[in-house]
């Protein structure tokens, strides 16, 4: 097929690789040959497009791979401003560490650091040693074992414990955490085969008991976090499964999560299972994640019985799936902060769940009053987030911003030089007072004037 002479007109206006490489990275920022490749590339895409009949603006190529290598550029992740009033957001990376976990995490990554040596004999030394020995002392468990995430952590947990035997799960427990993951088809990954116990609002601890045979390799426990069965519902308790399971001679196996050691029920909000209740209630085995409730770096975090980690950690993914030092020096950091009480001042998740309502109001207050009238305080509610208490919210106060078009001004909040990341409402947009953090009012005051200024 012919090109017409339109389309050879624009075939031969386009800019030769040089010219477009000069015109696109004039002080040379990024190596000669990375852009001209990347020069290459869009030239080719281009004559592709006028061929098939497409009539770009070749005229503003160079603009349109300066704009693509600004991009690249920029920080990232982006450092958002969380306006949401949900504490652990997922799509806003989880948990935000300590100062003092950060500043662990970075000087583990820029030094050599004695991760598997003993400094006394020089001898070998065992991984984790110490982060596993606090997780120990703060939950009661025998040992512990840390991996990349919870994700891991069970499947791990049950390729290590149940592969080509059956694993027991509650129908109202074979759910979906999010982010595609899928506790049916974990087990079936894990070379396990689940076998459905009870029904979706009601399973009785006799459930397990009928369904136990010598196939049989373990009970699962999986904590539903993201929503709740309300109405006519039974679920057995820990310690009614670990009876079963004991009487049948299998495991039981718990994913409890959020990675709770808090007691939430002083917030005013329901009890969170905590680590240390699974392991009283007598699991073998629990896992759950870093970066939820327990406010740490992004790991799995896998407590229970001696012998039974001990099988963990010598099982084949474990070498695939371990945490890396800087997710250890942050999880050592973190948990020093719960084993020095010091969780609601250093740990900004338990920072913001533990702001008094008194607190949020007057924060909120300071806001309007910074901006001059063109905001008022709302009252609003937050969120913990992260799969964790999902019927249960914080009393809160917001920012609010009206607008006639309030998507208008949320894209131009989340797109400024210090993005913020509000909620949108149908005629306003609100910027939660507990979730925006502890230093970062001053950056907030001036993301908003700009974005209300453009
Ligand atoms: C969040 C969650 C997971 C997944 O944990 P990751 O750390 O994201 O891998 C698994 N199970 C439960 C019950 C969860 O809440």
């Known amino acids: 097929m012919h090109a017409s002479d339109s389309q050879q007109a624009l075939l031969r206006a386009l800019p030769s690789v040089d010219a477009l490489v000069r015109a696109a990275d004039p002080t040379r920022l990024f190596a000669a040959e990375f852009v001209s490749d990347y020069a290459r590339d869009l030239l080719t895409r281009t004559r592709t497009a006028i061929r098939a009949g497409a009539t770009p603006d070749v005229a503003h190529l160079a603009d349109d791979l300066q704009a693509d290598l600004r991009r690249l550029l920029e920080p990232y992740p982006r450092h958002v401003i969380n306006g949401t009033g949900v504490i652990v957001q997922t799509n806003l990376g989880r948990a935000p560490v300590s100062r003092a976990t950060a500043a662990a995490m970075a000087a583990a990554a820029q030094h050599y650091v004695a991760l598997e040596m003993r400094l006394d004999s020089g001898e070998r030394g065992g ?115 670990r009876a079963v399971a004991s009487a049948a001679g299998v495991l039981l196996i718990e994913d409890v999560g959020s990675g709770c050691l808090v007691d939430t029920s002083a917030y005013g909000l329901l009890p969170e299972p905590r680590l240390g209740d699974s392991i009283a209630a007598g699991v073998d085995v629990v896992t759950a994640s870093g970066d939820k409730l327990l406010g740490g770096p992004q790991a799995g975090i896998v407590l229970g019985r001696r012998d039974v980690v001990d099988m963990l950690r010598r099982h084949p993914l474990y070498r695939a799936m371990r945490a890396d030092k800087t997710c250890l020096a942050g999880l050592h950091t973190t948990l020093l902060h719960y084993a020095q009480d010091r969780a609601e001042a250093e740990i900004p998740v338990w920072w913001s769940v533990s702001r008094p309502r008194e607190w949020v109001r007057e924060r909120a207050e300071a806001w309007v009053a910074a901006l001059g009238g063109a905001a008022r305080v709302v009252l609003s509610e937050s969120a913990i987030g992260g799969g964790s208490l999902p019927t249960q919210m914080l009393p809160s106060f917001a920012l609010e911003l009206t607008t006639d078009h309030p998507q208008r001004l949320a894209r131009a909040l989340r797109t400024g030089a210090q993005p913020v990341v509000p909620r949108v409402a149908a005629d306003a947009v609100l910027i939660d007072g507990r979730t925006v953090l502890a230093d970062e009012d001053d950056a907030l005051l001036g993301a908003v004037r700009s974005a209300l200024a453009g």
């Open 127 to 241: 991984r984790a040693a110490v982060v596993e020995q606090l997780l120990c002392r703060l939950t009661g468990a025998e040992a512990a074992l840390v991996v990349n995430n919870n994700a891991s952590a069970i499947l791990l947990t049950l390729t290590a414990l149940t592969a080509g035997r059956e694993v027991l799960l509650s129908r109202g427990e074979a759910v979906e955490i999010g982010g595609g993951f899928r506790v049916p088809d974990v087990l079936r990954a894990s070379g396990a085969t689940l076998v459905d116990v009870g029904t979706t609002n009601r399973t009785y601890a006799r459930d397990y008991a009928a369904a136990a045979s010598s196939a049989t390799a373990a009970l699962l426990r999986v904590h539903a976090s993201n929503y709740v069965v309300q109405g006519f519902t039974h679920q057995p308790t820990l310690a009614e499964l």
